[in-house]
């Protein structure tokens, strides 16, 4: 879904919804760290269900790759997976999002997945 639309004066009023093909997504420069944490913050009654799921959140990410805002905007369908995600999405780092080599703020939408290992 597009991102909410922001109020006159709002500061995230200047960042550009992700526009795949016209620019350079902002990579996860932290993925050791996230993958370590979707272990760790996988709800432990969901894992011994052997129930994945997934989470979908919208980031600001601002021209130097900073978060500067994320919310859920697609729940997993369960409160666990989705209280999990925001402690993830609160420690991913990025780099920022290029549009003609140059660094841009945009707002995307990126999935944060519990899987249950084999």
Same mark, same amino acid.
Request: aromatic letters at 10%; proline letters at 11%; hydrophobic letters at 45%.
């Given at each position: 879904?597009?991102?909410?639309?922001?109020?006159?004066?709002?500061?995230?009023?200047?960042?550009?919804?992700?526009?795949?093909?016209?620019?350079?997504?902002?990579?996860?420069?932290?993925?050791?760290?996230?993958?370590?944490? =979707?272990? $760790? /913050?996988? !709800?432990?009654?969901? %894992? #011994?269900?052997? @129930?994945?799921?997934? *989470?979908?959140?919208?980031?600001?990410?601002?021209?130097?790759?900073?978060?500067?805002?994320?919310?859920?905007?697609?729940?997993?369908?369960?409160?666990?997976?989705?209280?999990?995600?925001?402690?993830?999405?609160? =420690?991913? $780092? /990025?780099? !920022?999002?290029?549009? %003609? #080599?140059?660094? @841009?703020?945009?707002? *995307?939408?990126?999935?944060?997945?519990?899987?249950?290992?084999?």
């Amino acid at each position: 879904p597009p991102p909410p639309v922001p109020t006159a004066g709002d500061e995230l009023a200047s960042f550009e919804a992700f526009a795949p093909g016209r620019m350079v997504a902002p990579r996860l420069r932290n993925e050791g760290e996230i993958a370590r944490a =979707l272990e $760790r /913050f996988y !709800p432990p009654l969901l %894992r #011994d269900a052997k @129930i994945g799921g997934t *989470v979908s959140v919208l980031f600001w990410i601002d021209e130097t790759g900073k978060v500067v805002q994320y919310q859920i905007s697609e729940s997993s369908g369960f409160p666990a997976f989705d209280e999990a995600a925001v402690k993830v999405a609160d =420690l991913m $780092r /990025f780099s !920022p999002a290029m549009n %003609r #080599d140059q660094p @841009i703020r945009v707002v *995307v939408a990126m999935p944060i997945t519990f899987r249950v290992a084999n």
